[in-house]
C-alpha cells in the first residue's frame, strides 16, 4: 500500500463459515421504514472475497465450539429461545419468514402493578428478549450466530497458539447481544464470548477494544461490574447515535469493575486525523490495564460513505488504525462488527487488518501464558 513501510506482514489466520448465510431477512425497520436489511450475508461473503485476493491471509473453516462457552456470558434462557423461536412463531402465530415483536416489555406498561405473569406465549417472550426492531429471526438465525462464535473462538484459539493477530470473519455480529437481550443486528455477543473464554484459559487480564461506529452496548453491559475484563469503546455521541441509552464518558463500570469501562464518544465529521488522536487516546487506557490480550471489535462503519455513519475514516486511514492498535505490541483477536458500505466493505477491513499485521511483521509469537 502506497506510503506504507515494505514490512513482511504476519500471516492472518482467518476463520470463516458460510453458514452465515442462514440468516438472511427479507427486510427490517430502520428510521421508521421497511427496507432490505443493511446487515445481510452479502457482507461477509464482501469481506471474504477481499481477503482471499491477498496471500497475508490464510482462510480456513472453524471447528464447532462448545455452547458452554455461550453460556458463560448469555442467560441460558436467552440461548434456548434463540434456538426455538422461529419454528415456536410458525406454529403460535403464523407462517412467516422474518419474525420480528410486536409489543415490547416495557417497565412502565406494568409501573405500580408488579411484575405480573411470566410470558409464555412465543410474541409475548419477543417482545422481552429483543431490544428494538432491526433484527428479525429467520429459519437460520440460530445456526448463522452459532457459527459467528465458532469463528471468534477459532480466532482465539490462534492467538493462543502463537499467532499475534488473528481475524474472526463474524456474521451476524455481536456488540450490542447483551446477557439476557438481543438487538442491534446481534444475536450473540462474539467479542464477549471470546474475553470471557480467554480470561479463564489464561487466567490474565483481557481487554475489548471496541471500533464500531455504533456504541457496544451489550459488552459493556455484560462486563461492567468486572475487574477481569477492560472495555473502552470509541463510537459516535449516542446523543445523536444508536443505540442512544449507552456509551457516555460517565459510564466507568460499577461495584468490582469501577474504572473498568471507558467511553470515548466523538464528534460527526472527525476525519483520519482525528480520529487517531481519540484513538491513541483510548489505547492508552488499554495500555494502563496491562491486558495479556487485546480483543478488538472491529466494526469498520466509521469510514466516510457508510450509510449508517457521520464520521469521515478514509480505506487508507483503516490501515493506520490497525496499526496503531498493533502498536501495543500485544496479541489481537479481531472479531467483525459492523460496515455497510458493501463496495468498500472487503477493502476496508483487509486494510485494517493489513495494517495490524504489518506492525507484527512474520514472526510467531510464544503460546500465551495460563494460570
Not at 410458525?90 to 402493578?113: E, I, K
Not at 457516555?248 to 466523538?266: F, I
Request: glycine share 10%; charged share 15%; net charge negative.
Amino acid at each position: 500500500m502506497p506510503g506504507h513501510p515494505s514490512v513482511a506482514p504476519a500471516v492472518v489466520p482467518v476463520f470463516a463459515s458460510d453458514t452465515h448465510r442462514r440468516h438472511a431477512p427479507e427486510r427490517e425497520i430502520e428510521s421508521s421504514r421497511f427496507q432490505a436489511p443493511y446487515e445481510h450475508p452479502g457482507r461477509a461473503d464482501a469481506i471474504r472475497n477481499a481477503l482471499a485476493t491477498s496471500p497475508s491471509f490464510d482462510i480456513r473453516e472453524p471447528p464447532p465450539s462448545s455452547r458452554a462457552e455461550i453460556e458463560a456470558v448469555h442467560e441460558p434462557g436467552l440461548v434456548e429461545f434463540l434456538e426455538s423461536a422461529w419454528q415456536r412463531y410458525q406454529v403460535a402465530v403464523r407462517p412467516t419468514h422474518d419474525v420480528v415483536p410486536d409489543v415490547f416489555a416495557m417497565g412502565g406498561l406494568r409501573a405500580g402493578m408488579g411484575d405480573g405473569a411470566a410470558a409464555t406465549h412465543v410474541a409475548a417472550q419477543l417482545g422481552s428478549r429483543c431490544f428494538e426492531t432491526t433484527t428479525p429471526l429467520t429459519e437460520g438465525t440460530f445456526a448463522a450466530a452459532r457459527s459467528a462464535v465458532d469463528c471468534a473462538l477459532a480466532a482465539a484459539a490462534a492467538v493462543e497458539a502463537g499467532a499475534p493477530v488473528a481475524y474472526g470473519l463474524c456474521r451476524p455480529p455481536g456488540h450490542h447481544a447483551t446477557e439476557s437481550l438481543y438487538g442491534g443486528y446481534c444475536f450473540f455477543n462474539n467479542a464477549a464470548v471470546v474475553a470471557n473464554h480467554l480470561v479463564a484459559a489464561t487466567g490474565t487480564r483481557v481487554a475489548v477494544l471496541d471500533v464500531d461506529y455504533h456504541h457496544g452496548n451489550g459488552t459493556q453491559q455484560i462486563f461492567y461490574e468486572r475487574a477481569d475484563v477492560a472495555v473502552v469503546s470509541l463510537h459516535g455521541d449516542p446523543a445523536r447515535a444508536y443505540p442512544y441509552h449507552t456509551g457516555y464518558a460517565d459510564e466507568t463500570g460499577a461495584g468490582k469493575g469501577s474504572g473498568m469501562t471507558h467511553n470515548v464518544p466523538l464528534p460527526a465529521g472527525i476525519d483520519d486525523d482525528a480520529y487517531l488522536v481519540a484513538l491513541d487516546s483510548a489505547l492508552t487506557v488499554v495500555a494502563a490495564h496491562d491486558p495479556s490480550i487485546v480483543v478488538v471489535s472491529l466494526g469498520v462503519d466509521t469510514f466516510v460513505d457508510d450509510p449508517m455513519c457521520d464520521l469521515a475514516l478514509t480505506t487508507d486511514g483503516m490501515h493506520r488504525c490497525g496499526a496503531r492498535v498493533a502498536s501495543l505490541g500485544l496479541p489481537l483477536v479481531v472479531v467483525q462488527e459492523g460496515g455497510y458500505a458493501d463496495s468498500s466493505l472487503g477493502s476496508n477491513v483487509r486494510s485494517w487488518l493489513l495494517g495490524a499485521a504489518s506492525r507484527f511483521g512474520s514472526h510467531q509469537r510464544s503460546p500465551s501464558p495460563r494460570g
